[in-house]
């Protein structure tokens, strides 16, 4: 048998072997579930760039893409202790279909809006709101659902994968959206009203193409992870997630740490400002800036795949705070286009650190029965440090 290495979490000893890089995609449904994942990814990313332009092309004003994030982040608020309890309680599978699907509704819903030349921003942060809501729940039931998907052994390469196939469709999604929103839109889909935005129909319309084929991959997956908690909802099986992360005090660490180096290190919120007004580069611009972070978390992840951490997680993780804070403010004095690319490389790649070091820890060491409530009070703070740290 070949020599094995071993990370130690918590007392636990987790085996990996760094001569198989491609372990995880032995298993068929890791293949399809990660397949899905990039192309619903790639869908969303270009559809977040087509909304934020939309929002500052009504509005002009920064405070206004601060509302976008935050109509994104409230649901995780308000839905926080029933979507970890929903995702430990009901089959994960189906928590994630019934959540694309409103997903669906949702980018047909800002398809007709962009097509009819909305003016109303009021409607597009409602339909934010909605989209948070379903996120709320099918982030907890994704990230409980991976371990089911791969053998135990494989999973910190499953989760090195994961995080660069979604880096992949953070670095696809932004560009190819800032190039559909640049169409001609009124060649192939002229507006009843002859106000349309630009090509965000477009945009919405691809968006919508990516979620029928992740609807139709999931459900073809053979995994059957059933129900995991057994007890009836109650303010005990409810508050199981926050006590248990409370007690693994490593857990609590890594992820208050990323809370306040990203609360107000945040600057994808404020790109269209910096793509209009600084840089001057337009819609194309921004989705180039908006992919440039994902390019340097891809370009780290695959790295990690090839060599895994094995050791000092915790003094590399903490170096890649440092920098990702350096490079946030480099980027913030830039006026020229390279630098400010650059800088968000330095940003991802550093972030991608952190990342994939806090998702293996938080699935290795919580029990099968309560990820889904470990998982909705990490995206708790995620969500936090992204979408509140946008507002």
């Known amino acids: 048998m070949a020599q094995q290495n071993y990370d130690r979490i918590e007392g636990m000893s987790i085996p990996h072997e760094p001569a198989r890089a491609a372990a995880a995609f032995a298993s068929r449904d890791f293949r399809r579930y990660q397949l899905a994942r990039l192309l619903v990814i790639i869908g969303a990313e270009a559809q977040a760039v087509a909304v934020s332009w939309q929002i500052y092309a009504i509005t002009h004003r920064a405070i206004d893409l601060g509302y976008a994030g935050l109509a994104l982040f409230l649901p995780g608020i308000l839905f926080l202790l029933v979507s970890g309890h929903t995702a430990d309680r009901y089959d994960r ?42 996120r709320s729940f099918s982030g907890p039931a994704s990230s409980a659902l991976l371990p089911h998907l791969v053998p135990k052994g494989d999973f910190v390469n499953a989760v090195s994968w994961g995080a660069s196939i979604f880096q992949l469709a953070n670095f696809v999604g932004p560009a190819l959206g800032g190039l559909l929103f640049t169409l001609p839109l009124e060649q192939w889909l002229p507006s009843p009203t002859g106000k349309h935005l630009a090509g965000g129909a477009i945009v919405y319309a691809f968006a919508l193409g990516t979620l029928f084929v992740f609807l139709f991959l999931l459900a073809s997956l053979a995994v059957r992870p059933g129900r995991q908690e ?26 208050t740490l990323d809370l306040f180096a990203v609360l107000l290190g945040g600057a994808v919120a404020l790109l269209p400002i910096f ?117």
């Open 230 to 255: 057994q007890r009836a909802i109650s303010a005990e099986t409810l508050l199981a997630g926050f006590r248990y992360m409370w007690h693994k005090k490593l857990l609590l660490g890594v992820t």
């Open 93 to 134: 599978r189906h928590i994630i279909l019934v959540c694309y699907t409103l997903q669906c509704l949702c980018t047909g819903t800002l398809f007709y809006l962009s097509w009819i030349g909305t003016q109303n921003v009021a409607a597009l942060f409602t339909v934010l709101f909605l989209v948070g809501t379903g």
């Open 275 to 391: 793509a209009e007004n600084i840089l001057h580069s337009g819609p194309r611009g921004l989705g180039i800036l908006r992919a440039a972070p994902a390019l340097g978390a891809l370009s780290i992840s695959i790295l990690m795949t090839w060599r895994p951490i094995s050791h000092n997680a915790g003094v590399r993780m903490l170096y890649s705070v440092v920098i990702f804070g350096v490079a946030t403010v480099v980027f913030g004095l830039s006026r020229n286009m390279a630098l400010s690319l650059a800088a968000l490389f330095v940003v991802g790649a550093a972030d991608m650190v952190s990342i994939i070091v806090r998702s293996s820890m938080l699935q290795l060491a919580t029990p099968q029965a309560m990820r889904g409530r470990v998982s909705a009070v990490n995206a708790l703070f995620i969500g936090a440090s992204n979408k509140f740290g946008s507002f």
